[in-house]
């Protein structure tokens, strides 16, 4: 599935900015084997919830899609209690995000390729935030952008033909 495939590789390529104590989800990725989603027990400082919403076609018989994508930072003022921690694991985020704004397309799609799915650019289309939850006791940001490319077309088992003349 294309949506779960690019919302990997999205998870892999903010996991590739090493950011110690920051757990990444993907809204379509399975738990880990013996655990519920959502509901793992952790000690990091920092979540990000990554998601990708089903695609979307400019027009009828083009190819052309587009995807919505959030990425939700939460990070938790019990493991930062001046809030500094929001900073050290935000700004790497929004600098890979405005790389891939500025320089994403077919020729370099860092990775955002996937089966089915050829990038061509992608568009920064604001979020939310910071703000501070009391009742979670947390600090967020949301980044939100939409990533554009082409569908390819996706092999089907052909229809087996009925011989009605005999």
Not at 10 to 21: C, M, R
Not at 33 to 41: F, Q, R, S
Not at 59 to 81: E, H
């Amino acid at each position: 599935m294309i949506e779960k495939d690019l919302e990997a590789a999205i998870i892999s390529a903010l996991e590739s900015l090493a950011l110690d104590g920051l757990e990444i989800h993907g809204a379509w990725q399975a738990a880990a084997e013996g655990t519920v989603k959502d509901m793992e027990d952790s000690a990091a400082v920092a979540g990000l919830a990554v998601a990708v919403s089903p695609r979307v076609f400019d027009t009828f018989g083009i190819s052309t899609a587009n995807f919505d994508v959030a990425l939700a930072l939460t990070v938790r003022a019990d493991q930062s209690p001046t809030g500094a921690a929001l900073e050290t694991y935000a700004e790497p985020i929004a600098n890979l995000l405005s790389r891939w704004n500025l320089e994403l397309c077919h020729d370099n799609d860092f990775g955002l390729g996937v089966s089915g799915f050829v990038p061509g650019g992608l568009q920064m289309t604001g979020g939310s935030g910071p703000t501070f939850n009391r009742a979670a006791a947390a600090w967020s940001i949301i980044y939100s952008f939409t990533l554009r490319g082409n569908i390819e077309p996706v092999e089907t088992p052909a229809s087996p033909t009925t011989n009605t003349e005999e």
